[in-house]
């Protein structure tokens, strides 16, 4: 593997020279510890802040101070933070946080890591937010923190119009032509359109609507919802009910724990039309422009059947997926192949290749989703793995998130404590989480794996499924099954030696082998997130947006939900759980923007 770019060490008690500190009142050690940080916070004595930290000590930031997804470590660039920012911002108002569930607790990481998590309300200048501190015990009885999240979760003059701040009028008969001329921005233009009708994009548009802005979604398929409705029939969401809630709009309890794609699809469709969003389907934008001085794009939209309108729009926020255009490698000999070949974006079902040979070309989510499509009809399947896959089962990854997310869990405190961590810091626990998943729960699928010489490995740094998502947007499995069909030669496996070419009958390796088949299937990914955008926008736009995806040098990802290197434009990826929060830290950006609170050029750390 590469070299390690986060190199920490977690504060173990060895390392601190400490013992189990066990007995302590958890209560009783957040009030002193944020008693004290809050004092130096009234003063603005930044050297009595970061004297509280360790000298390694981790500073997250979610908009609160920064306006930005920002990671702060050790004292130094703690104090640099805080001299920069902290009476620009006005944090105030510090409060501990005792309700269940967000109350102070000692937990035990490890046999041999302790902290002490407790959360804090705090205020802004323009908003209130959530900070999640982790202190980790010293010999002289003292508690420093190891890390610390301050995050927004609301602007104070434009808070987000739900319960209390709901449309209380009565409607008697207007209610439907409103939402026509809503939906048709037939008296004025949006200020954002959002391009891309997905979950990403539909809850963004959700977001910016109860913030008070005026949104379009745009979207070239028929129906929204389609962006999932279109994939593989047999996909099913890997990860649980509780992790992919929707803002605004919770599952109902009868919801299954896994969500097949075309019920997501529906359920969204639902979503759009309950949450009132404005959404322009089979449309395509044909043409934009930016101008620099009135900092407007000018975007005009073919609406098929319904003619062009040329609309004036402050932001684009792009919400077409992690990923770019289909990646197929370019193998020789396509034309002399006799069969069908397609990436997997293009694939609906195996039950059009019954009594057929199949190769699906690929060993991640979707390879081994559509190999268990071809094995559960009957299809002679092979699986052509292309490099080692890091594989673990659900029940794992069901237990690794229903920690938090869980029926009795507030989703909103959930996702605060997923995201309170430093990469860094989450990374190194997953380090030695993973290996323990490994050798224990997910054990007799590993070793069944290796003996029908399918090859695994424990993901980058050995950190698992998480830091492939986040580096590199996939390069893992999820066990939904098709590892037993793999163990039990249902599913025949075919690695070590490269593609040399096409044959008419299949694919010919460099070993000298040839497998034939009716169909491949190439499930190997897709490009870059900015490949959408640069179609749009063009190639001069597309040239000053930073990185998309990826993690930048602080451990945050790169230009998602966060300033990407031009003005009002914007990118809104990720799964269903990083969209539900993320979302409403884009609007709450754009909404300070339109309200002349942030100005990013004054924002210098």
């Given at each position: ?25 958890s ?15 009234n ?17 997250k930031?979610?908009?609160a ?12 660039d ?19 946080l ?33 900070a ?25 003059n ?6 209390p ?20 921005f ?5 200020t ?18 109860y ?5 379009l979604v745009?979207?070239k ?25 929707t ?10 724990v896994?969500?097949?794609a075309?019920?997501l ?14 959404v ?10 930016w101008?620099?001085s ?6 005009e939209?073919?609406r ?21 255009r ?6 020789p ?25 199949a ?5 991640c ?18 699986m052509?793995q ?26 909103e ?10 990469w ?6 997953h380090?030695?989480?993973v ?5 224990t729960?997910?054990k007799?699928?590993l070793?069944?794996?290796a ?30 099954g ?6 039990d030669g ?17 694919l010919?390796f ?5 497998l034939?088949?009716?169909?491949i ?16 926008c ?8 930073t990185r ?20 009002g434009?914007?990118f809104?990826?990720?799964n269903l ?11 709450m ?17």
């Amino acid at each position: 593997m590469a070299t390690d770019s986060f190199p920490q060490r977690l504060p173990t008690l060895d390392r601190l020279g400490v013992t189990d500190p066990s007995n302590v009142s958890s209560s009783e050690v957040a009030t002193e510890w944020l008693n004290t940080f809050s004092a130096a916070i009234n003063q603005s004595d930044t050297a009595a802040v970061v004297d509280l930290f360790l000298e390694d000590g981790f500073w997250k930031d979610v908009i609160a101070l920064t306006w930005d997804f920002r990671t702060f470590e050790g004292r130094k660039d703690i104090k640099k933070l805080l001299d920069a920012r902290l009476v620009a911002t006005g944090l105030n108002e510090l409060r501990l946080l005792q309700e269940p569930l967000n109350e102070p607790v000692l937990q035990k990481v490890y046999h041999d890591f302790v902290w002490l998590r407790f959360c804090f309300g705090f205020t802004t200048k323009h908003g209130k937010g959530t900070a999640v501190v982790y202190l980790v015990p010293l010999p002289d009885s003292k508690w420093k923190a190891y890390t610390l999240l301050t995050c927004l979760n609301s602007l104070t003059n434009f808070p987000q119009k739900l319960g209390p701040l709901r449309n209380r009028e009565a409607d008697h008969g207007s209610w439907e032509e409103k939402r026509r001329q809503e939906t048709e921005f037939s008296n004025n233009d949006p200020t954002v359109i959002v391009i891309g009708a997905g979950h990403s994009g539909l809850e963004t548009a959700a977001r910016l609507k109860y913030i008070g802005v005026p949104t379009l979604v745009i979207d070239k398929k028929p129906r929204v919802g389609d962006s999932w409705r279109d994939r593989y029939k047999a996909l099913c969401l890997h990860d649980t009910i509780w992790y992919n809630q929707t803002p605004y709009l919770n599952f109902p309890p009868t919801w299954p724990v896994y969500t097949p794609a075309a019920k997501l699809a529906d359920w969204l469709e639902a979503y759009a039309s309950f949450l009132e969003l404005d959404v322009w389907t089979a449309s395509t934008i044909t043409k934009t422009s930016w101008n620099d001085s009135t900092k407007t794009w000018s975007v005009e939209v073919n609406r098929g059947g319904k003619g062009t309108r040329v609309l004036t729009v402050k932001h684009l926020v792009f919400a077409t997926g992690s990923g770019g255009r289909p990646k197929v490698p370019d193998i020789p000999g396509k034309a002399s192949f006799k069969g069908s070949a397609v990436h997997s974006s293009e694939f609906k079902s195996a039950a059009n290749h019954i009594g057929k040979k199949a190769i699906v070309v690929g060993c991640c989510n979707s390879a081994h989703d559509i190999a268990q499509d071809f094995c559960s009809h009957g299809v002679d399947i092979t699986m052509y793995q292309r490099s080692s896959t890091f594989v673990i089962s659900t029940e794992s990854v069901a237990a690794m998130l229903g920690a938090v997310y869980n029926d009795d869990f507030p989703t909103e405190l959930a996702d605060t404590y997923n995201t309170s961590l430093p990469w860094a810091v989450v990374r190194r626990l997953h380090q030695r989480m993973v290996p323990m998943v490994a050798e224990t729960t997910d054990k007799a699928i590993l070793d069944g794996l290796a003996k029908v010489g399918f090859k695994t490995n424990l993901g980058i740094h050995g950190a698992g499924s998480m830091s492939l998502y986040l580096e590199r947007g996939g390069g893992y499995y999820i066990d939904t099954g098709a590892s037993k069909s793999i163990i039990d030669g249902d599913i025949k496996i075919k690695n070590g030696s490269a593609i040399e070419s096409f044959t008419e009958n299949g694919l010919r390796f460099a070993d000298g082998t040839e497998l034939q088949a009716d169909i491949i299937v190439f499930a190997t990914g897709y490009g870059d997130p900015r490949d959408f955008m640069r179609e749009v926008c063009g190639d001069e736009i597309a040239s000053k947006i930073t990185r998309v995806w990826g993690l930048d040098e602080e451990g945050q990802s790169a230009g998602v939900w966060r300033y990407c290197g031009h003005d009002g434009l914007w990118f809104a990826n990720g799964n269903l759980a990083l969209s539900r929060f993320h979302s409403l830290h884009l609007a709450m950006q754009i909404k300070a923007i339109e309200e002349g609170i942030l100005n990013k050029a004054d924002i210098v750390i």
